[in-house]
């Protein structure tokens, strides 16, 4: 687990079993955005709810594809991130869509990080950013001006 910002951290997969210790860590929130099915034997999205009830931690499921990164899971993590209480962890199979999808839903979030420090926390944490230079900037330039 890695931090991007304060409150919201990411990680590769995990496992039901590590929900109790993201809770006694202080986590209040998980973000899965890995699609089910996406290998054998990975936890779906149902048990990890469950898990993640039983730990007493809140459960979004917001599942991004390989590929292109939809409107609807920025969308969908940018209002998690807004409605849900902090910390959260987002993850996917290796963390790479989940923080690149976080750098998407910040620079669409009004009074986000300019489009430097958002690359500068994505490559920090290991991940690559330089393909969503474009997008990073068309989302910054659309920002409402008064959030």
Do not use: N
């Not at 210790?21 to 973000?31: G, P, Y």
């Not at 039983?54 to 594809?65: E, H």
């Not at 620079?107 to 474009?134: E, H, N, T």
């Not at 997008?135 to 959030?147: E, L, N, Y």
């Amino acid at each position: 687990m890695k931090p991007l910002v304060e409150g919201v951290w990411v990680s590769q997969q995990i496992e039901p079993a590590q929900l109790d210790l993201l809770q006694q860590d202080h986590f209040s929130t998980l973000v899965d955005l890995r699609p089910d099915g996406e290998v054998a034997g990975q936890p779906s999205s149902t048990e990890m709810s469950d898990a993640a009830a039983r730990a007493g931690l809140a459960f979004i499921y917001d599942p991004v594809p390989h590929g292109a990164i939809p409107d609807e899971a920025v969308s969908a993590l940018q209002k998690a991130l807004a409605s849900q209480r902090k910390p959260v962890l987002l993850y996917c199979r290796s963390g790479r869509r989940a923080a690149r999808t976080w750098a998407l839903a910040e620079a669409s979030r009004p009074g986000g990080l300019d489009a430097q420090a958002i690359k500068q926390i994505v490559q920090a944490v290991g991940q690559p950013v330089d393909d969503l230079d474009r997008d990073i900037q068309a989302r910054i330039t659309a920002r409402p001006t008064s959030g």
